[in-house]
């Protein structure tokens, strides 16, 4: 069994942990790049659509261009890259933090790292997370995996689908399988509201003529062997109204009903989660509740924009920069809390005076909303925001100027929406 | 021709049929297992909680009491020849009224009576210090040491595999639909139009014993299926007791459960409701509220975020509510073994000792076998081993080092070692393996498995189903063109929003 130093190790080779570790790289330390699959780039590789890179590299790129372009650097840069290559275990004892890992060529590693950085990214929600009844058939796929077959692989995973949540992985979906010639016969939202962003129901399903059913359920799978058809129940007040329920047969059901930030690891090194989020609680530099292991990308929180997960990703590398040279001080950092109409905010902590970027989402829709930054009972700061709805992350940066110092311990930031 | 004629052919692969197949394998014996699906544990069995009851929820008078008892103590010396997780957790029956403590003394009495070790009456504070996570109403109950949970599947698996390595065939895909006897010898016919031979047949069908036993002209009866809808909780689940919990039982059914398995997932249920049709395995959202009202009185804590899955089997009930085993009095050398249900799994081994003392006393002449070997080779578990131990098996052979399943840690070798041992389908390779049984359900695992399948057995990948016969996964290859040149004819600009 070999043992690897490093002063930094990066979990997962997708956008994020590209991202961080090119700028640890940046800053003259050691890292090494670990990821369980057989390429850099993560999910971003099946992702062959366009609309990425839009703030990020001020272009309009489909995910493995945007992939490609991180990875020459990562590669340029001369970061010790490990493929195919699975972390199973993570632990933190007296400031060493140890991850053990295994690949085929190597056997097992032990890597021993004064910095972590998660970058594990998520996973799909799937069928019995959301308790669809009825039979179990082959043809429910979710809506990433049918993503893979049909973009990496090739195949085609049904002719007639019915796709159960609008969110974007799923809208994107709608339109893939029209152009490889399936039927996409609905697309059906429990919310009184689509999940996705705009852009993707207006290109992915209005120009091909999907329909959206709001506010209504699957309430019901059929089929022995591969699915048969769907029953659709619309909801009245929250509740199903399963006299007005009408039935689609479909060869195909497809979920795209959220995302959960892949957390096991971070559990094993006992970093705090957040309920808000799933991803680990997270002070003003991206430290979770684990001294030296930091977060950042969708293992953090679940981000819409790739451009956004390369931002806070390299943001992130800076601070593990910063507490590599032992320049993260000791100043006292203030709690941030999700005010009304806001899920949560993250970092969960900032520091006054300090420039600080907070990512939060919406519960309401709202076309023109504003942000107020409240802070001991006071609006510190107002920030008017176009199309407020939940599926669209609302990232922003505060100067610190606006953040001063307050007596004594710094007060609770409280971020709310109106 | 007289050479190709088994000794006995036992009808239906679950974990009844394979206990028979695997007891008479150790005499010299032609055997032949028959199974209508495509690999074995893929019927009702597979759909099993998983409990080894300890022995006192049936009155002594009852056979089955005696082959539950019998059954129990038979798990410890399976488990050492076969290695299939197994362990001995306890069984708590806990009680929230008076009235309900009055049947934990009747159940008490009645496991003394059938013989269960270690038994015991627990007022509230011993229940609450065995299993802390119990509703503190509780008012007591009882606690049964040598309760124990088993994965259904897997213990399956090992027996078929010890009956095959000790020269017992096993055909899949076999759907018996009709026998003739002639000359002592039954030839028996599957939907595949494949005919087999054998002087003895043995009908543990489950929930089609009825049909089966109306096919060899046997006893008239009908067996009725009784479903149960069960949920499975994530690894560190927050209720994750320290023992089987059972609620006080009804007069139909032992109730919901909560169950700690044996592999760190939990599970509730199962839910016990008579139905029609033996393939329904739905399971509904009003059935999940009770199940897990039910759980939830018993532990609080128990929280419905954490289920990552559902599924549902139904129980194969007769009249009379006892076991029906025994030789057939209308069809000659025809065994019975129907009606299965609870505590059918815990007592299948002895119901395979059993089954082996009726064929003797129907005429077949039992030889050991001079050359019977009960132990199978121990599978390796990369989420088992050691970082050492895992070291040292990548050096053996370099797939242990590749994961295929992230959640539950499952390598390449050990997808390959399951699709070697004759599991082609993605359910069968689950269900062996644990890949795609973890948390994210399939969702970044179940491609890579599709393609081990094909490489490993040269099937394009089109045809890999998830459990056989018309439940492929994949309706068509993308055409190169259309792949290549994607041209999306937008119709007109509208959009139904209903």
Redesign the interface.
């Known amino acids: 069994?070999r043992e690897l130093e490093y002063e930094a190790i990066v979990i997962g080779a997708g956008a994020a942990g590209m991202a961080a570790a090119l700028r640890i790289a940046e800053g003259g330390f050691r890292v090494a790049l670990v990821d369980?699959e057989d390429h850099l780039g993560g999910i971003l590789m099946q992702c062959i659509h366009n609309g990425f890179g839009l703030h990020w590299f001020k272009q309009e790129l489909t995910g493995p261009e945007f992939a490609e372009r991180l990875a020459e650097k990562v590669v340029a840069a001369g970061i010790d890259i490990f493929l195919?290559t699975?972390v199973?275990?993570f632990s933190v004892s007296n400031g060493v933090k140890t991850l053990?890992a295994?690949?085929?060529?190597?056997?097992?590693i032990?890597f021993n790292a004064r910095a972590v950085v998660l970058a594990m990214g998520c996973?799909?929600r799937?069928?019995?997370?959301i308790?669809i009844?009825?039979?179990?058939?082959?043809?429910i796929f979710?809506a990433?995996?049918a993503q893979?077959?049909?973009n990496v692989?090739?195949?085609?995973?049904?002719?007639r689908v019915v796709i159960i949540g609008s969110g974007d992985i799923g809208l994107i979906m709608a339109?893939r399988l029209?152009?490889?010639?399936a039927k996409v016969l609905a697309v059906v939202e429990i919310l009184p509201h689509p999940s996705g962003i705009t852009r993707n129901i207006v290109q992915c399903?209005?120009?091909?003529?999907?329909?959206?059913?709001?506010s209504?359920i699957v309430?019901?799978i059929e089929g022995?062997?591969?699915v048969e058809a769907v029953t659709i129940t619309?909801l009245e007040g929250g509740t199903p109204e399963h006299s007005k329920s009408f039935r689609i047969e479909c060869?195909?059901v497809l979920l795209s009903v959220g995302l959960i930030p892949e957390n096991?690891l971070s559990?094993k090194a006992g970093v705090t989660i957040g309920h808000d989020t799933g991803g680990p609680k997270v002070d003003a530099h991206l430290m979770t509740s684990a001294e030296g292991v930091f977060a950042c990308g969708n293992v953090l929180h679940v981000h819409d924009l790739v451009d956004f997960v390369a931002d806070e990703s390299t943001r992130c590398g800076g601070y593990v920069v910063d507490y590599l040279r032992d320049q993260i001080g000791e100043e006292k950092q203030g709690a941030v809390t999700a005010g009304a109409n806001v899920r949560y905010v993250v970092p969960h902590r900032y520091v006054p005076g300090r420039d600080t970027h907070f990512s939060l989402r919406s519960i309401i829709v709202k076309d023109r909303g504003t942000l107020l930054i409240k802070r001991q009972g006071a609006v510190i700061k107002k920030k008017t925001v176009q199309h407020v709805k939940p599926a669209e992350m609302i990232y922003f940066k505060m100067r610190g100027s606006d953040l001063p110092a307050t007596e004594g311990d710094p007060a609770p930031l409280e971020i709310a929406l109106e | 021709m007289k050479k190709d004629v088994f000794d006995v052919a036992i009808i239906g692969a679950g974990a009844v049929g394979a206990s028979i197949l695997r007891r008479l394998s150790a005499y010299d014996l032609k055997l032949a297992l028959l199974e209508k699906c495509t690999d074995v544990c893929f019927g009702v069995s597979k759909a099993n909680s998983g409990i080894i009851h300890a022995g006192f929820h049936h009155p002594v008078t009852s056979l089955k009491a005696r082959l539950e008892i019998r059954g129990n103590l038979m798990f410890d010396q399976l488990q050492h020849e076969l290695g299939f997780p197994f362990k001995r957790v306890g069984i708590i029956v806990a009680a929230f009224s008076y009235e309900e403590m009055k049947t934990v003394e009747q159940l008490y009495e009645q496991g003394v009576a059938n013989g269960v070790p270690l038994i015991e009456v627990c007022g509230r504070e011993r229940l609450l210090m065995l299993e802390p996570k119990l509703n503190p109403d509780t008012v007591g109950g009882l606690y049964a040491p040598t309760g124990g949970i088993i994965e259904p599947y897997r213990y399956v698996f090992a027996l078929v595999e010890s009956a095959k390595q000790n020269g017992a065939e096993v055909k899949t895909d076999f759907e018996v639909v009709s026998a003739k006897h002639n000359d002592n010898v039954y030839t028996i016919t599957s939907s595949r139009k494949e005919k087999i031979q054998a002087r003895h047949v043995i009908n543990s069908a489950g929930l089609f014993a009825d049909e089966v036993s109306a096919i060899f002209g046997g006893e008239v009866f009908t067996i009725t299926p009784r479903k149960g809808e069960e949920y499975l909780l994530e690894r560190n689940a927050a209720g994750f007791p320290n023992h089987v919990i059972f609620p006080v039982p009804s007069r139909v059914s032992k109730g919901i459960l909560v169950i700690p398995t044996v592999e760190g997932t939990m599970m509730v249920g199962p839910t016990a409701i008579e139905v029609n049709d033996k393939d329904d395995s739905e399971t509904s959202s009003d059935n999940l509220d009770k199940v897990f009202a039910q759980a939830m009185y018993m532990i609080p804590v128990i929280s419905k975020r954490e289920i990552i899955t559902s599924f549902a089997g139904s129980r194969a009930t007769m009249p009379g509510n006892d076991f029906y085993i025994g030789i057939s009095k209308s069809a000659p050398h025809f065994i019975q073994v129907a009606g299965i249900q609870s505590p059918g799994l815990t007592a299948s081994p002895a119901i395979g000792e059993y089954v082996k003392d009726l064929l003797k006393q129907d005429g077949l002449r039992l030889t050991e076998k001079t050359d019977y070997e009960p132990f199978i080779p121990h599978e390796t578990c990369v989420r088992e081993l050691s970082p050492a131990a895992l070291d040292e098996k990548v050096k053996e052979d370099p797939l242990y080092g590749h994961m295929v399943c992230r959640c539950e840690s499952v390598s390449e070798a050990e997808i390959v070692e399951a699709i070697r041992k004759g599991h082609t389908t993605l359910d069968g390779i689950k269900f062996y393996t644990r890949a795609g049984m973890g948390r994210c359900q399939g969702g970044f695992c179940s491609y890579r498995v599709m393609k081990i399948i094909a490489r490993e057995t040269g099937r394009p990948i089109e045809e890999i189903t998830k459990r056989g016969g018309g439940s492929r996964l994949l309706l068509g290859k993308i055409p190169v063109e259309s792949g290549a040149r994607p041209s999306p004819k937008p119709k007109k600009k509208s959009v139904k929003y209903a």
């Open positions: 069994m369980r195919n699975t199973m275990d053990i295994c690949n085929s060529e190597q056997g097992v032990q996973r799909e799937n069928r019995g997370n308790g009844p009825g039979t179990r058939p082959a043809g979710t990433g995996l893979r077959l049909i692989d090739g195949y085609v995973p049904g002719k339109r029209s152009w490889v010639g399903l209005h120009d091909f003529n999907i329909p959206l059913y709001l209504h309430s019901r022995k062997d591969r619309p060869d195909t096991e559990k």
